[in-house]
């Protein structure tokens, strides 16, 4: 499997390294996407309808040549038929936009998602050799804890009401879970041979494939394709990588908020609301998403740029996440119905960051297990690279949805030993990370991605084998 993930990991990065000269290879001294003080190989003219990284605007006529995305809130008249490479002579515009083809992003986009299975395809068997060895079932074990919530949902559909146990105290209750998840796992069970935990994983799966690719397409836009490569890489090998794995709504959330925010990126607002609206019904954490769309265009509004677009773009941004609060609402006689879900049955709710630091505090006072101690170390890491993500100014829209996202698991009270899991979709925040790995020599970036993939796989063997509550 080593063997595997460096040959793939080493072949994709070979392949990026002719990027900048239309597919011929720079020579043996420039390895990296970056300029140096030799004398640069110009690139060649693009023809018009040059593959691009990023995926069009849905609806667009195919024989319109496509200008290029002007960066969110410069003029419009700096469009252009072709920006240069992010990190050329003279550059300092993101990607120019695509040929209005949807298979041209894929096109771009292959070697992300060939590195992103591949990733995740080593850490999974991994866990499957172990969890054989232990006499576990690889198959339930992906399909425990929230799995089963969803899937119970897609049985049984959602409560009426509260429930209680004998002693009055309320049982935890599934209206707690948001529905575009089981909806989609319902969907799929009608066609995906096996039942709903298998439709599930299906669906799980084919997120990561699209959450793979919108990464890619970010990281493309802003810096350049392989920075977008290797961003898909090291969100597949994140400590908590393998509730990617899972029958898990992190990677369907994950695909969404990165096509949304895309859409952000290139002002294409009715898209990126339209995106937005789904993460709503996918997460509470799709209330991040909310603010930064949502602010996103009130910024466009107050520009007075792109007309009517970003005024429908925020308002349908919040309708999947308010629409569903209030549905919940509806359901159980009061309007605060959901937030008493969360308190009452599940002890979720917001404080001041006590229950957290608290928490964390046990880490220098107590012993603390390896879920905690990871945990910590996830979270702190998040805010130090939010703080070098917010250094970017082009990329402000995903700082701001990374920051909304951090302070929820900050201030979020109970289940500290999830907060890791629940930064997965903060994928911004690995950024800087994908950059200064772009400029960097094949031999460092297949030197980290090894060396994160063994840690993530042995982690996640560790918590869903040995730990003893959820992922």
């Known amino acids: 499997m080593a063997i595997l993930r460096l040959f793939v990991v080493g072949n994709v990065l070979r392949l990026l390294q002719s990027d900048r000269t239309g597919g011929r290879r720079l020579p043996a001294a420039n390895t990296s996407d970056t300029t140096g003080p030799t ?9 018009e309808r040059e593959a691009s990284l990023a995926a069009p605007e849905p609806g667009a006529p195919e024989s319109t040549a496509s200008l ?11 469009a252009s038929l072709a920006a240069p490479e992010p990190g050329a002579p003279g550059s300092g515009a993101p990607v120019a936009a695509a040929r209005p083809r949807r298979l041209a992003g894929i096109a771009a986009a292959w070697p992300a998602l060939l590195l992103y299975a591949t990733l995740r395809a080593t850490g999974l068997i991994t866990f499957w050799l172990i969890a054989t060895e232990k006499h576990r079932d690889m198959w339930a074990q992906l399909g425990r804890w929230d799995a089963g919530w969803y899937t119970g949902i897609v049985a049984r559909g959602y409560d009426a009401a509260f429930q209680y146990r004998p002693d009055g105290t309320p049982l935890p ?12 796992t319902w969907l799929a069970d009608r066609v995906v041979p096996g039942d709903a935990a298998v439709a599930g994983l299906a669906i799980a799966w084919t ?11 970010v990281g493309a836009h802003l810096h350049n394709r ?9 969100w597949a090998v994140i400590p908590h990588a393998l509730v990617e794995s899972m029958a898990y709504t992190e990677t369907l959330f994950t695909a969404l908020c990165a096509w949304s925010l895309f859409a952000v990126l290139r002002r294409h607002w009715v898209t990126a609301g339209l995106l937005c609206s789904l993460a709503g019904l996918t997460r509470p954490t799709g209330a991040a998403l909310v603010t930064a769309v949502g602010l996103a265009a009130l910024v466009a509004v107050v520009r007075r740029r792109d007309g009517w677009r970003p005024w429908l773009g925020g308002l349908l941004a919040p309708l999947g996440f ?4 209030l549905w919940v609402g509806d359901r159980l006689g009061r309007t605060d119905g959901y937030f008493r879900v969360q308190k009452d049955t599940w002890n979720m709710y917001y404080d001041n960051g006590w229950y957290t630091l608290t928490t964390a505090r046990t880490l220098v006072t107590g012993k603390s297990d390896l879920a905690i ?9 998040a805010i130090a690279l939010f703080v070098a993500l917010s250094a970017d100014g082009r990329a402000w829209p995903l700082a701001v949805f990374s920051l909304v996202v951090i302070a929820m698991v900050f201030f979020g009270h109970g289940y500290y030993h999830a907060k890791g899991r629940l930064l997965i979709p903060a994928f911004p925040v690995l950024l800087p990370i994908a950059s200064a790995l772009a400029a960097a020599h094949r031999r460092t970036v297949v030197a980290v991605l090894t ?7 042995t982690y996640g063997v560790y918590v869903l084998l040995f730990w003893t509550h959820s992922p």
């Open 207 to 217: 997120a990561g494939l699209a959450a793979a690719w919108g990464l890619f397409a």
């Open 226 to 234: 392989r920075t977008g490569v290797l961003l898909a890489g090291l």
């Open 322 to 325: 308010a629409g569903y609060v």
């Open 451 to 457: 060396t994160l993939a063994v840690v993530s796989a």
């Open 39 to 47: 004398t640069q190989i110009p690139a060649p003219r693009a023809p």
């Open 68 to 78: 290029a995305a002007p960066e969110p809130g410069a003029p419009e008249s700096t």
């Open 173 to 184: 209750s599934n209206l707690a879970f948001f529905p575009l998840y089981p909806g989609l």
């Open 373 to 381: 101690v990871m945990c910590t170390v996830v979270l702190l890491a």
